[in-house]
């Protein structure tokens, strides 16, 4: 069992950039795909993006393309998501997420999950 930890939200002007990474302990990291979702106030959580297990990019949501990437560094066990251009709608806490298996773009198929860490965007 893999136990996630997000870092390095917080707050940002419109236009500004954010990295946040996610640091994976107890379980063997290169065996999980990543995701990160965000949820908004009020919202539901939704997907962002997803990388495979090697690092490529497999999936990502329609409002972060051209803006967020997503990498991951095995020999560290950690995810990022690098943020640039963030607009005020990017407000959120953003999770991140494993599974076994291949990646998807489906909050249903990860198993484990981190508590989140808060972006805001102020405009």
């Known amino acids: 069992q893999v136990q996630l930890v997000e870092s390095g939200g917080g707050l940002v002007q419109a236009g500004g950039s954010l990295r946040l990474s996610c640091a994976a302990s107890g379980g063997i990291f290169s065996s999980y795909s990543m995701g990160w979702f965000r949820q908004a106030p009020g919202k539901e959580r939704e997907f962002v993006i997803a990388c495979s297990r090697r690092g490529s990019v497999t999936y990502y949501a329609d409002f972060v393309k051209g803006r967020f990437t997503i990498s991951r560094d095995n020999a560290k066990n950690t995810v990022y998501l690098q943020m640039n251009s963030l607009k005020p709608e990017d407000t959120a806490v953003y999770y991140c997420?494993?599974?076994?298996?291949?990646?998807?773009?489906?909050?249903?198929?990860?198993?484990?999950w981190g508590q989140g860490t808060q972006v805001t965007v102020s405009s």
């Open positions: 997420a494993a599974r076994q298996g291949l990646s998807t773009d489906r909050l249903d198929d990860y198993d484990y």
